[in-house]
């Protein structure tokens, strides 16, 4: 699955849990769909939702590519960075291989560092949800350093259902490998603010014609303010802009590696 995120410094301020556990490996973030029909769940990568079908993984020079095919339904992730940001981008393309139209939801999670430790800063950061952004800000003002920052979790398409609460999306003792806001039919509460193990979860829905294929980006990332995250969430909105960023980024590191 997907590694640890920081911003500015690796080891004060990190986006996402970075945890020395090569065993469990556990992740910070993930892309699970679900099929409106069946209900079944699965995640975008091998982890956190383990499954019997292959996986495709792909290590390259400024991005990581995970293929898989379920059901009819064929996923493609790419993630990368964009160049000159502290903004890690995923690209989902999902493309139905089924004689039937298919209704998938699309859930965007991740938990928040902020900091150090996760165990250290869950009750010092306060989220909120801005809608017209499609978006989850998160802050953390006890820290010295990055008091100022802002970090955001959004996606490319229109959000049908958001929360900050942690709790409420794994469900209590639950786990990010069957999470009880996925288990039912239950709406997300929409609940952000402070008080909360916090984290970032943005649902949207895709309805998929027979053959079709539909392309969209989930977006991780820190600004030094809030006005410089709204920037960077208006720059990134459409899906073609981080798509070209993934690959300006892949090209530049193939020109700096070739060198030698």
Not at 76 to 102: C, E, F, Q, W, Y
Not at 158 to 165: E, F, I, M
Not at 175 to 190: E, R
Not at 228 to 245: K, Q
Request: charge should be negative; include cysteine.
């Amino acid at each position: 699955g997907a590694g640890s995120i920081w911003a500015g410094n690796s080891y004060f301020y990190r986006i996402t849990p970075w945890h020395n556990d090569p065993v469990s490996d556990p992740m910070g973030d993930v892309i699970y769909i679900r099929d409106a029909e069946s209900r079944d769940l699965w995640s975008a990568t091998p982890a956190p939702v383990m499954s019997e079908l292959p996986y495709s993984v792909r290590h390259g020079q400024g991005s990581s590519t995970f293929e898989h095919a379920r059901d009819g339904i064929s996923t493609s992730l790419v993630m990368g960075i964009a160049p000159g940001h502290a903004l890690k981008i995923s690209l989902l393309r999902v493309t139905n291989n089924d004689r039937a139209k298919r209704t998938l939801g699309i859930t965007s999670y991740a938990e928040w560092t902020l900091g150090v430790l996760r165990e250290h800063t869950q009750h010092q950061v306060r989220t909120s949800f801005d809608a017209e952004h499609s978006a989850i800000l998160a802050s953390n003002t006890y820290d010295p350093h990055f008091a100022a920052w802002v970090a955001f979790s959004a996606v490319t398409e229109r959000v049908v259902a958001h929360t900050g609460d942690r709790r409420e999306f794994l469900g209590r003792n639950g786990t990010m490998a069957a999470p009880a806001a996925l288990a039912t039919d239950i709406t997300l509460s929409g609940v952000t603010g402070a008080a909360f193990d916090p984290c970032a979860a943005l649902q949207f829905e895709i309805d998929l014609a027979p053959g079709e294929t539909r392309e969209f980006a989930c977006l991780i990332a820190a600004a030094p303010s809030e006005a410089e995250a709204f920037r960077a969430i208006e720059s990134y909105r459409d899906v073609d802009r981080p798509r070209a960023a993934v690959a300006q980024d892949t090209e530049a590191w193939a020109r700096r590696l070739s060198v030698v």
